[in-house]
């Protein structure tokens, strides 16, 4: 089960040990998904916030 991630610090404190960050674009928000070795983790943003926040993780990203 992917566990949802509320706060952006902690979300990218994450992004340390995780493997890679997929990017889900939808029509009014987008989803950043973080694959860890066990966990799926998620955080819901607005798109006007995806670029700051992209700029800050520590692993691979991929578009979806």
Do not use: G, N, W
Request: charged share 40%; net charge positive.
């Amino acid at each position: 089960m992917p566990t949802e991630i509320k706060d952006v610090d902690e979300f990218i404190e994450i992004s340390r040990r995780a493997r890679y960050c997929l990017v889900k674009r939808l029509k009014d928000i987008v989803k950043l998904k973080l694959r860890t070795r066990r966990m799926l983790y998620t955080l819901k943003v607005k798109p006007s916030q995806t670029d700051e926040i992209l700029r800050k993780i520590h692993c691979e990203i991929r578009e979806i």
